[in-house]
């Protein structure tokens, strides 16, 4: 950061070229993901700048996802997600696909309950209105990375007691012989909203990629109905294609 100061008579803004010199030493690896920032006061003593211009510059780079800040711990270099790859022929749940990398995966609870439906649920679930819909929302979690937030709705009568599901919801439906054999998915781009982004520990409007899956017994009837927001920046979905006909 020393080469700040030195080079002030160019021109661009203090801030901004200690943002450049802040990015540049990300860049060569000088300081790697996950790593602790310098403080602010260090910073500014060796840059000699003062710490307004540090703030300012280290916002910037928070705002671009290039470094996290933590309450009371510090600044750090975003950690790199490792991209995950998703294939799309295939119906697996979160849990099998991280289990196949090797990945550990957690879930945080963000809600789970029976509610009365909505009426997309009503629709989708082929649900009478004085059916329930049981909920469950959960971020999902592979080697301590929060990868996407999950909503599924499924009907009450199948899931009576949605606070009793373990780590994974296909494993329940597995056991009661309700595994879905089909689903229809739908992928949507979209940006994260302030709250969503917080979840999934990006900074606001990052990507995302949004599915929804709709998934079906092999009667033809429909087991799931699950509103996920994956992470743009972990996620390549994968389909293999055929020459048509
Ligand atoms: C994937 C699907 C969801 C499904 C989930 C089940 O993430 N996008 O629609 O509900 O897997 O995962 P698990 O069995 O780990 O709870």
Do not use: C
Not at 9 to 17: E, M, V
């Amino acid at each position: 950061f020393s080469t700040v100061k030195a080079s002030a008579r160019n021109g661009a803004p203090l801030y901004l070229q200690l943002k450049k010199s802040i990015e540049d030493a990300v860049q060569r690896g000088v300081i790697g993901p996950g790593d602790a920032l310098p403080s602010e006061r260090d910073i500014a003593v060796k840059a000699d700048v003062s710490r307004v211009t540090v703030r300012k510059a280290v916002q910037d780079l928070v705002k671009g996802g290039i470094l996290v800040q933590r309450h009371g711990s510090g600044t750090f270099v975003a950690p790199r997600v490792e991209r995950v790859e998703q294939s799309l022929s295939r119906l697996t749940s979160f849990t099998e696909d991280m289990a196949r990398r090797g990945m550990a995966v957690t879930s945080t609870w963000l809600d789970r309950g029976v509610y009365p439906p909505s009426p997309d649920e009503i629709m989708v679930l082929g649900l009478s209105a004085k059916e329930l819909v049981a909920r469950i929302s959960r971020l999902r979690i592979a080697n301590d990375t929060p990868l996407a937030i999950e909503r599924a709705s499924l009907s009450a009568t199948v899931l009576p007691d949605p606070t009793a599901i373990g780590s994974s919801l296909y494993a329940v439906l597995e056991r009661t012989g309700n595994r879905p054999v089909r689903a229809v998915q739908r992928i949507s781009a979209a940006n994260l909203g302030d709250a969503d982004a917080k979840l999934l520990d990006v900074p606001p409007g990052s990507a995302s990629l949004n599915i929804e899956r709709i998934s079906y017994l092999a009667t033809g009837k429909v087991i799931e109905f699950t509103r996920s927001i994956y992470r743009g920046d972990a996620y390549d979905f994968v389909a293999e294609l055929r020459l048509a006909g």
